[in-house]
T-cell receptor
Framework: QKEVEQDPGPLSVPEGAIVSLNCTYSNSAFQYFMWYRQYSRKGPELLMY????GNKEDGRFTAQVDKSSKYISLFIRDSQPSDSATYLCAMSASGGSNYKLTFGKGTLLTVNP | GAVVSQHPSWVICKSGTSVKIECRSLDFQATTMFWYRQFPKQSLMLMAT?????????EQGVEKDKFLINHASLTLSTLTVTSAHPEDSSFYIC??????????FGDGTRLSIL
């Protein structure tokens, strides 16, 4: 079993839809959870950063972490064509100096106008 | 805030040459920088981790003599691909972080070895 599982999609939705992206993980030591957005031929851009369980909202984006289920989600409200990208979940056990990220494989999202 | 600049964005060179890629944190001090490699339609593969003023820590299977990493200051790290060959062609991405902060990524360097 891989440490982080993420459905690669592709996921195609109409403009204005609510998008739900998810990752599951097996390592109970993970405490820091991130969502990155990556456009084609660009580096990943940090969207959300959360510590431990709970919800975090930033504009149209909401991140949820359920450590008891080892499940994290990213919701995008009122999706726009500019949201079309690959979304990577990432997580880490430590926030210290040498912490490493474990990534999901990424979900390719297309928002159709 | 938290801008990471990577240069060059694209480089094409002949087999056997060495290529240097720079990674700079523009508005914060990067206590740790990371170098990744990404193949088409795949996720990022960590190559090495470097702390300012220390030797880089390489992941298993990454040749340290092939991929030289220098992190001489809190805002600059470089990756040199020595004696590059076509199999080294890839998308290389750096990231940087300050203590207890998430990683922020550069825009990547597309390396093509002919």
């Amino acid at each position: 079993q891989k440490e982080v599982e993420q459905d690669p999609g592709p996921l195609s939705v109409p403009e204005g839809a609510i998008v739900s992206l998810n990752c599951t993980y097996s390592n109970s030591a993970f405490q820091y959870f991130m969502w990155y957005r990556q456009y084609s031929r660009k580096g990943p851009e940090l969207l959300m950063y959360t510590y431990s369980s709970g919800n975090k909202e930033d504009g149209r984006f909401t991140a949820q972490v359920d450590k008891s289920s080892k499940y994290i989600s990213l919701f995008i409200r009122d999706s726009q064509p500019s949201d079309s990208a690959t979304y990577l979940c990432a997580m880490s056990a430590s926030g210290g100096s040498n912490y490493k990220l474990t990534f999901g494989k990424g979900t390719l999202l297309t928002v159709n106008p | 805030g938290a801008v990471v600049s990577q240069h060059p964005s694209w480089v094409i060179c002949k087999s056997g040459t060495s290529v240097k890629i720079e990674c700079r944190s523009l508005d914060f001090q990067a206590t740790t920088m990371f170098w990744y490699r990404q193949f088409p339609k795949q996720s990022l593969m960590l190559m090495a981790t470097s702390n300012e003023g220390s030797k880089a820590t390489y992941e298993q299977g990454v040749e340290k003599d092939k991929f030289l990493i220098n992190h001489a200051s809190l805002t600059l790290s470089t990756l040199t691909v020595t004696s590059a060959h076509p199999e080294d062609s890839s998308f290389y991405i750096c990231s940087a972080r300050d203590w207890n902060q998430p990683q922020h990524f550069g825009d990547g360097t597309r390396l093509s070895i002919l």
